[in-house]
DNA sequence: GTCTATAGATCGATAGAC
DNA sequence: GTCTATCGATCTATAGAC
């Protein structure tokens, strides 16, 4: 890996925390520097296209950590329920249990969702997918589990934000127990 | 009512639209000024405090609506299951279907929210309590009631998320069908 | 009340020294 | 590679003519 790729990657995180904390519209090139501690000269040595080039990174960074540790484990597992277990688990992880916000979720409501729009079509489609084969395999119809499957992709993105407009965490992981038991009635019936 | 507040009036329904395109950091006064067809003199004359006075003039706008349409039915309504029906017709009409998103959910998920906080909050409160009082009224015990209100108003907010980022409206009126029935079930149990 | 003109700050992005 | 300096555009907000 070169060196300027293993650079990028170090600071991706940080950027990723930028996006969430003021939006697309509302980070600024001053905000990246001073959080990052590199100069433009330099961010732009990094991400020639500028701030558009950093969010896409940032996309595929939260794309790639869900394949390995929610769409994967759902479609491979190979006892079904373990990965459903495994989904939710990580989902808890990755959203700090309600205090992080979904930045696909929060670039798909407003004009933003046009400059990105596959990056964050396909996140949902690959989780509702992988969520959708975790259930036919668990002994769900089609119908069924496609059913399932979109409501609890939905359901998450819609706690996490009952969640931030109330300051309150514990409306996600209320949530996702819900969801939790609400799979396991339907696999048991 | 004075000519300034009914001329502001008249102009809130272009600002809301205007905030729900660009969010509130991505909306600039020289795209209002263009989409309103008023110049900078007038908008400062009719909100003095600019852009952040126009946003709240919004919200309160947004507020009234559901106070009126959504949470008085769900609260007075005689027959608490129609109240409830009541409820998701005007959610379908005012989400045009899930063509139109959230502005309070928008508004929540960055940090916009800060700037804005009671209103959010209160927003998502009214409306979580008032469908409690209906479920409740419906032979649902307080528990399950709360439970299932959350459920709701979290999965209208998580699916009109992924009807935007899916461009996929209909993703929105299935949802709102499921929560329908599933309402349905836990009060004839 | 509504406009134009513009202040003053900040925006994304670039140039060029080192 | 990283910095500072700076460009031209755009931002919110104000001033002042009408």
């Known amino acids: 890996m070169s060196r300027d790729i293993a650079q990028r990657h170090i600071?991706?995180?940080?950027?990723?925390?930028?996006?969430?904390?003021?939006?697309?519209?509302?980070?600024?090139?001053a905000e990246i520097t001073y959080r990052t501690g590199l100069g433009k000269g330099s961010l732009y040595h990094f991400f020639p296209k500028g701030k558009k080039e950093m969010a896409e990174v940032v996309l595929d960074d939260v794309a790639s950590w869900f394949e390995e540790n929610v769409f994967l484990p759902l479609l491979?597992?190979?006892?079904?329920?373990?990965?459903?277990?495994?989904?939710?688990?990580?989902?808890?992880?990755?959203?700090?249990?309600?205090?992080?916000?979904?930045?696909?979720?929060?670039?798909?409501?407003d004009d933003t969702r046009d400059q990105f729009a596959s990056k964050l079509n396909s996140y949902f489609t690959s989780w509702n997918e992988a969520l959708t084969s975790a259930l036919k395999r668990n002994g769900l119809a089609n119908k069924q589990a496609k059913d399932i499957a979109e409501d609890v992709v939905a359901s998450i993105q819609g706690a996490?934000?009952?969640?931030?407009?109330?300051?309150?965490?514990?409306?996600?992981?209320?949530?996702?127990?819900r969801l939790q038991r609400r799979i396991e009635t339907s696999i048991h019936e």
């Open 160 to 177: 996490l934000v009952l969640a931030r407009s109330q300051d309150n965490p514990k409306v996600f992981t209320r949530a996702l127990k």
């Open 11 to 29: 600071i991706i995180p940080a950027l990723g925390e930028i996006f969430r904390e003021n939006g697309f519209a509302g980070t600024s090139l």
């Open 76 to 109: 491979e597992c190979k006892n079904p329920k373990h990965g459903i277990q495994i989904m939710f688990k990580a989902v808890d992880d990755y959203f700090y249990s309600g205090e992080r916000i979904c930045l696909i979720g929060a670039f798909s409501l």
